[in-house]
């Protein structure tokens, strides 16, 4: 893993040295965000529940491929499996439950008010734009670091003998927080329960 | 059968009941299965998983779906198991790998009815898989700190020939934290399939229940938070909140009124 991880690394780097985050943008990527922004804003101003579902679950699988190509596999199985595949399912089954309207148009009308904040925001957060280390930068501290990242991917096979760095965290080094979150997802389920008035669950 | 499909044409909770009368040996083997239905959707069904054909429902037996389901299925579960196992040594783990195996079983759901799947996926299994899980990766964790370490220390695990840490972090993954989200999942997606269960303004439209005590339990509850929300109300009056509450509720039978005595 730390071979394959430095290979990348290095890949990217030999590709685009340092340059400006536009000059990165390849093909692929540029007509992947553009699809996550496209199906997002889909997803905001459908007006039929149904198809703002839909296109969500496009947006999630949008997303996901975004982060395989950003050298996150971990984080888009996870990404496909539960946005994408489960959160979709449970979405439709809940829609299901419901009576659905015939709406003469596709797309809300949009709030003038609403847009115009949410232009600002956007505005803003482009601003800060200029302050973040290049994709695949070596330089970016969330890489270079050299008292968390490279610690790990130093230690971790010499520590817990595995190669995925990722789950190395998760299940090793912060093992008792991953505890927490399966029990987190275990009280998720009894408190499905006790919300909807059941005692079993199938 | 016959009779009760055709009966299920006038939608009215009445012909449920008869409908659920008149398919008597359907109803025995199937009977959580029936109420929980709105009206439009209640019609009977036989108990194999591949046999459901019911009107109303996006459930359909189809010759596009259900075989390609069966042929998918097999390699979406591996494939699961693969994200779970292999987790160690390529992206995944326990949660991406269990999220899939639900997933697998979500489409199952799909292509030959959820109601079936839930009675060929007994409630057993699902609670087993989540509290197993919990309680394996509690175990695993409590190991070490038995022979005097810290909690999940992997390296003092009782674990022969094998590497601990390692395998410990494998068992962590494959009996601790995919079974937990697995289970959770399906068990969402059941309840979520079976609705909320209220007297008639649920999703359910219907009493959910199969024995009818969790109806009469329901009913006393609500009948219960009926004054109580008026008395709240009227608490503002000063001193005759009782007596305003019930008089506000001209629909309070009796046993609401003793109750709800009895609560104050």
Same mark, same amino acid.
Request: glycine share 10%; hydrophobic share 50%.
């Given at each position: ?5 430095a290979l990348a690394v290095g890949s990217v780097a030999s590709t685009a040295p340092a340059s400006p985050v536009v000059a990165q943008v390849t093909a692929i990527e540029a ?38 190509f950003y050298r #996150? ?6 990404? %496909? *499996?539960?946005? !994408? &595949?489960?959160?979709?399912?449970? $979405? /439709? =089954? +809940? ?10 148009? #596709? ?6 008010? %609403? *847009?115009?904040? !949410? &232009?600002?925001?956007?505005?803003? $957060? /482009? =601003? +800060? ?5 290049a994709i695949g930068s070596p330089? #970016? ?62 | ?264």
């Amino acid at each position: 893993m730390t071979g394959a991880l430095a290979l990348a690394v290095g890949s990217v780097a030999s590709t685009a040295p340092a340059s400006p985050v536009v000059a990165q943008v390849t093909a692929i990527e540029a007509s992947l965000l553009a699809f996550v922004v496209l199906t997002a804003l889909a997803t905001a101003l459908a007006r039929d529940v149904l198809a703002a579902v839909i296109v969500f679950g496009a947006y999630s699988l949008g997303m996901a491929a975004l982060y395989t190509f950003y050298r #996150a596999p971990d984080v888009a199985l996870t990404e %496909a *499996a539960i946005s !994408a &595949g489960v959160t979709t399912v449970l $979405l /439709l =089954l +809940t829609l299901a439950k419901t009576t659905r309207i015939d709406h003469d148009v #596709a797309f809300e009308s949009v709030n003038l008010p %609403a *847009a115009g904040a !949410a &232009g600002f925001l956007f505005a803003g $957060l /482009l =601003l +800060t734009m200029g302050d973040i280390p290049a994709i695949g930068s070596p330089d #970016a501290p969330i890489w270079s670091n050299p008292d968390v990242t490279q610690w790990y991917l130093t230690e971790t096979y010499a520590q817990t003998h595995v190669e995925n760095t990722v789950m190395a965290v998760l299940a090793a080094f912060r093992g008792f927080d991953t505890f927490g979150e399966a029990v987190v997802v275990f009280a998720g389920g009894v408190a499905a329960l006790i919300v909807l008035h059941r005692e079993v669950f199938a | 059968m016959t009779d009760a499909a055709d009966d299920t044409d006038m939608t009215d909770t009445a012909t449920d009941s008869e409908a659920d009368a008149s398919t008597g040996e359907g109803a025995a083997e199937r009977d959580d299965a029936e109420p929980d239905l709105p009206p439009h959707r209640a019609v009977p069904r036989s108990g194999r998983l591949d046999s459901e054909e019911r009107q109303g429902t996006p459930y359909t037996e189809s010759q596009v779906i259900m075989p390609t389901v069966k042929v998918v299925a097999p390699f979406a579960f591996t494939y699961g198991l693969f994200i779970t196992f292999h987790g160690s040594g390529s992206p995944g783990g326990g949660f991406q790998g269990g999220a899939i195996m639900a997933a697998v079983v979500f489409m199952i759901a799909f292509a030959f009815g959820i109601e079936s799947t839930r009675d060929w996926l007994a409630n057993t299994v699902v609670v087993a898989l989540a509290v197993g899980g919990a309680l394996a990766f509690a175990g695993i964790g409590l190991v070490p700190v038995a022979l005097g370490g810290a909690f999940l220390q992997y390296d003092l695990l009782p674990i022969p020939v094998l590497d601990p840490v390692k395998y410990g972090m494998e068992a962590v993954e494959v009996v601790g934290i995919a079974p937990i989200v697995s289970g959770v999942l399906m068990g969402l997606f059941f309840l979520l399939a079976r609705g909320f269960n209220s007297d008639g303004d649920g999703f359910g439209n219907g009493s959910l229940d199969e024995d009818g005590s969790i109806d009469e339990q329901q009913r006393d509850e609500e009948s219960i938070d009926v004054p109580d929300a008026t008395d709240d109300a009227a608490v503002a009056d000063g001193g005759h909140a009782d007596d305003a509450g019930r008089a506000g509720d001209g629909a309070v039978d009796t046993e609401t009124a003793s109750s709800g005595g009895d609560r104050r």
